[in-house]
């Protein structure tokens, strides 16, 4: 059982973890803490985005994908291959 509060007036989160099974734990303290904290800076006209980047030639570029997909990897091979990355 997960509870979120968010208080907007505030700015403020707060997270109750209840009843959860030691091997998931961590897993799903990560995934609700960035869930509320997502939620939070809409508030502040921002995003949260999930994502790789890289500097090159000035510019910053983003990869942004779901987890596994290989962005990390990605950004990597540009930094190998690459000048200036």
């Given at each position: 059982?997960?509870?979120v509060r968010m208080d907007f007036q505030s700015n403020e989160a707060t997270l109750s973890l209840l009843s959860l099974d030691d091997d998931n734990r961590d897993r799903r303290d990560f995934?609700?803490?960035g869930q509320a904290?997502?939620?939070l800076i809409l508030t502040k006209d921002r995003?949260?985005?999930h994502g790789s980047c890289?500097?090159?030639r000035g510019?910053?570029?983003i990869f942004s994908a779901p987890s596994g997909t290989g962005k990390s990897t990605h950004t990597g091979l540009w930094a190998e291959n690459l000048k200036d990355v």
């Open positions: 059982m997960v509870s995934i609700f803490a904290f997502s939620n995003i949260v985005l890289i500097a090159y510019k910053a570029i």
